[in-house]
């Protein structure tokens, strides 16, 4: 594996996504000091579980994490905010979650008629 293309990569995408390494972490349910480590390259192994992770949270494939060729997992760009209501809205059951998106798009009428 090589660790500079992988570290180079997982680096860029996050500031390409304007995601910090704290969101990133939070994302991909690793601590922040674990993905320092490999973007910076001192991290003595990376498990195939942390890439896989590191990968869905940047929603690029695995194997761009080793390629200078990013390959998005989804067509729709989607920002680390929306990302994390995703994930939360998928812990949630279709009725809680519907009546949820019922508010919010309650309370964005009510601010845009301001």
Same mark, same amino acid.
């Given at each position: 594996?090589?660790? @500079?293309?992988?570290?180079?990569? !997982?680096?860029? &995408?996050?500031?390409?996504?304007?995601?910090? /390494?704290?969101? %990133?972490?939070?994302? $991909?349910?690793?601590? !922040? @000091? +674990? *993905?320092?480590?490999? &973007?910076? =390259?001192?991290?003595?192994?990376?498990?195939?579980? $942390?890439?896989?992770?590191? $990968?869905?949270?940047? @929603?690029?494939?695995?194997?761009? %994490?080793?390629?200078?060729?990013?390959?998005?997992? #989804?067509?729709? #760009?989607? =920002?680390? +905010? /929306?990302?994390?209501?995703?994930? +939360?809205?998928?812990? *949630? =059951?279709?009725?809680?979650? &519907?009546? !949820?998106?019922?508010?919010?798009?309650? !309370?964005? &009428? %009510? $601010?845009? @008629?301001?």
């Amino acid at each position: 594996m090589n660790e @500079n293309i992988l570290r180079r990569n !997982i680096a860029r &995408e996050r500031k390409n996504q304007s995601m910090t /390494q704290e969101q %990133l972490a939070e994302f $991909s349910n690793l601590t !922040i @000091n +674990y *993905l320092s480590k490999i &973007e910076r =390259g001192v991290a003595k192994r990376v498990s195939a579980d $942390s890439l896989f992770k590191i $990968s869905h949270a940047l @929603n690029i494939s695995m194997d761009s %994490l080793f390629t200078d060729h990013i390959t998005s997992t #989804y067509k729709v #760009y989607k =920002g680390p +905010y /929306q990302r994390q209501l995703d994930n +939360y809205f998928s812990t *949630l =059951g279709f009725d809680k979650t &519907e009546k !949820i998106c019922k508010h919010l798009l309650m !309370i964005l &009428e %009510l $601010s845009s @008629n301001n």
